[in-house]
């Protein structure tokens, strides 16, 4: 077992909801006043276990306890609003936890950083030493490692140019330049926040791969991409509304995330467009799906076709296709088909699209449903709004391990004798 | 399972940090990042400018020259029978500096709320960077003094610098103090409640009708003479006119007035600062 690098005990977070407007000087004031010196209790410190209390407060993160191990690559998956961010903000010491404690050894840095503190009348050299500087390194580091930084950015050429000349590819090259050769003790790679292009992000996870593999670094990992936290990850914790709901194995954690808070896998509906998700055009009514088993209850596999329909309030008169995408849970894209163009009338509209059977291959899978107006512009959509898992079926086959691919049609595959070997000749 | 204790634990993150818990050792290492800023400062103050690093020299004596029409011509102001350019010079040079300083500290928070919500670094880096780059600049203003005063001294043999000038980088470091301490102090609050920003230039204008800057102590009417007689930078402004030009009311006790305001005020700001840094950003 290796050694702990970073414990975090029981840690909290409370965030106040709203603006600091007229007010806040006269209620902070008088909360002072009652606790300090009509010394009563904190009137938040009492209310503990809700999740939101009636003064707008919020609590963002409660009793997480973790540690992270040197070497270890450790994921940290959730839904949006789960947590997650915040965590992040804590440990690499933007904002302090409400409670709690977190108590460790070596450098933090994180790839959420990038470009931090990037002054574009500067020139790149200046920028590489200012933005190094901001993230911990003295000159000496910067200077030791300037030439393998120029080199790794790419933009030798414009080295003493400012920055506001570059195009946004080339800054970016720079700034994660200096980011990647910190040298940390610990990497905080946000994926969520990484926002930028799948080649910026791609870069991001090959560093990732690289510090943690061939330097042995640790590194916390957060992301949406479960196929990601899969394959790097050594361990994985699942945060829910601000709480550690599991931990342990990815495959296991990934599996909890992936059946856990959806509460309408198979049907989500409303009764009235006000409660309805949807914008000004677009209202949900009802989105299904209907497993059409050969015998009514049977299981759901692979053989089953699946019939997906949906029902919503069209607000505007106006010209609408639908488009549809099945998604694994690991957010991987099977298949995205589309409806026609239809010109709909102001009232409740309905379509459905049937998924034969013996098409997919076993996993779970999701619906999101895209409305588009003139073919062209997307009104609303309605992402992994449901989702269903297709267990596996084989007949006549005495192998059990996974059977590889997205879909698993039944194409006939021919197998024959071309030409038998004469026993005689 | 329950994993040994780290063996030592270099750093902790608690729920809030003490009132002067200044993390000395921590912030040496960010020796480099103060100059850093400062260079920073200078670098893209004077981007895209024509006259670039003169401006410093040439703002205080345009203002200088502009007092001298305004407040000595046409007012007719006592300026303690000095010679008016170094007597508005001396005094525009102090208090810009003060002037300057405080609200470049002030707005700690509302310039970097970007970096700081992105990166730790101890906060007090950025106002001691502040304040690093207003004595720079301070230093090549004098630069402008200094030949005003060979003039006046030994060509015009109209003002009569003494020995306490050897004290001056005393003088300039109580007021760097009391700027600094005040911007801290004022950083916080405008960090919670913004709409004090617009006091804080208000407040300096009026600061600087109560510090002489435009006129000498001796001539204050004893109606407002307590007023300005209170503000620590008056012993400050009329100490450096006495080191250099010979003239002005100092007295080693009013001088310790000062320091000891300094003092107060400076450690009421750190203690705030480092206690507040951290709840500052959840508000921002």
Redesign the interface.
């Known amino acids: 077992m290796n050694n702990s690098l970073i414990q975090v005990e029981n840690v909290a977070k409370r965030y106040r909801l709203g603006t600091i407007g007229t007010g806040s000087l006269k209620a902070d004031m008088m909360d002072w006043w009652n606790r300090k010196v009509r010394n009563k209790k904190d009137r938040f410190q009492e209310i503990t276990e809700e999740d939101k209390d009636p003064n707008g407060y919020i609590w963002a993160l409660q009793d997480i306890s973790f540690e992270i191990r040197e070497g270890e690559v450790l994921g940290i998956i959730g839904r949006n609003g789960a947590g997650k961010s915040t965590l992040l903000k804590i440990l690499s010491r933007v904002t302090r936890p409400t409670r709690g404690r977190i108590r460790g050894r070596g450098r933090i840095a994180s790839l959420l950083e990038v470009g931090t503190g990037f002054h574009e009348e500067l020139t790149g050299r200046e920028n590489i030493f200012l933005n190094g500087n901001i993230l911990g390194m003295n000159n000496r580091e910067i200077r030791s490692r300037f030439e393998e930084i120029l080199e790794f950015s790419g933009v030798q050429k414009y080295i003493d140019t400012p920055v506001k000349r570059y195009s946004s590819g080339m800054y970016v090259r720079l700034a994660f330049a200096v980011a990647a050769h910190l040298d940390p003790e610990i990497l905080i790679v946000d994926e969520v926040l990484a926002v930028g292009d799948a080649e910026f992000q791609k870069k991001c996870l090959g560093k990732m791969k690289d510090v943690s593999e061939r330097e042995g670094r640790t590194v916390l990992f957060v992301s949406h991409n479960m196929q990601a936290v899969q394959n790097l990850c050594s361990r994985a914790i699942l945060l829910q509304s601000g709480r550690i709901v599991s931990t342990g194995e990815p495959r296991q954690v990934i599996a909890h995330y992936l059946h856990s808070g959806r509460k309408y896998d198979l049907l989500q509906q409303w009764s009235t467009p006000g409660e309805a998700p949807g914008n000004q055009h677009i209202r949900i009514r009802r989105v299904e799906i209907q497993p059409m088993p050969a015998e009514p209850g049977g299981p759901v596999d692979i053989r089953t076709p699946l019939l997906v329909s949906f029902e919503f309030w069209n607000l505007d008169p106006l010209h609408l296709c639908i488009g549809l995408q099945l998604l694994t849970l690991g957010g991987e894209c099977i298949f995205d088909v589309s409806s026609p163009s239809v010109l709909l009338q102001q009232g409740i509209a309905c379509g459905e699209c049937l998924i034969p059977g013996n098409f997919l291959n076993d996993g779970a899978y999701s619906i999101s449903l895209f409305f588009v107006k003139d073919t062209s512009i997307l009104l609303y959509s309605h992402e992994e709004c449901l989702s269903i898992e297709v267990a596996d079926y084989r007949e006549n086959v005495s192998w059990f391990g996974k059977w590889e691919g997205y879909v698993r049609p039944d194409f006939p595959v021919l197998l024959q004798m071309k030409l038998p070997q004469n026993p005689a000749s | 399972m329950p994993?040994?204790?780290?063996?030592?634990?270099?750093?902790?993150?608690?729920?809030?940090?003490g009132w002067l818990d200044l993390r000395i050792r921590g912030s040496w290492?960010?020796k480099?990042?103060v100059l850093?800023?400062v260079?920073?400062d200078f670098?893209?103050s004077y981007?895209?400018t024509v006259l670039g690093p003169i401006w410093l020299i040439l703002q205080p004596l345009l203002t200088t020259l502009t007092y001298i029409v305004i407040f000595s011509k046409v007012a007719g102001i006592s300026t303690d029978g000095l010679p008016a350019m170094p007597f508005y010079l001396a005094g525009i040079l102090v208090w810009n500096f003060f002037s300057e300083c405080m609200p470049a500290v002030s707005s700690t928070f509302s310039s970097n709320a970007?970096?700081?919500?992105?990166?730790?670094?101890p906060r007090l880096v950025v106002p001691v960077a502040a304040v690093v780059s207003q004595l720079l600049r301070f230093t090549i203003q004098l630069g402008l003094f200094f030949p005003v005063l060979l003039y006046y001294t030994l060509y015009r043999r109209t003002i009569h610098p003494n020995l306490l000038m050897l004290a001056f980088p005393l003088l300039i470091v109580i007021i760097a103090g009391i700027a600094l301490g005040t911007g801290l102090i004022l950083s916080v609050l405008t960090a919670?409640?913004?709409d004090l920003n617009n006091l804080i230039y208000f407040g300096l204008r009026l600061m600087m009708f109560v510090t002489p800057v435009i006129y000498p102590l001796s001539i204050v009417p004893s109606g407002i003479r307590f007023w300005v007689r209170i503000n620590p930078l008056t012993p400050l402004t009329e100490a450096f006119r006495y080191a250099f030009l010979g003239k002005g009311q100092f007295s080693w006790g009013y001088l310790a007035y000062s320091f000891i305001c300094m003092a107060v005020i400076l450690f009421a700001g750190i203690a705030l600062f480092n206690r507040m840094e951290?709840?500052a950003?959840?508000?921002l």
């Open positions: 994993s040994p204790e780290i063996p030592v634990p270099a750093w902790e993150i608690n729920p809030s940090s290492h960010y480099d990042l850093r800023l260079r920073r670098l893209v981007r895209q970007a970096i700081f919500g992105k990166v730790y670094f919670k409640y913004r951290d709840q950003m959840d508000v």
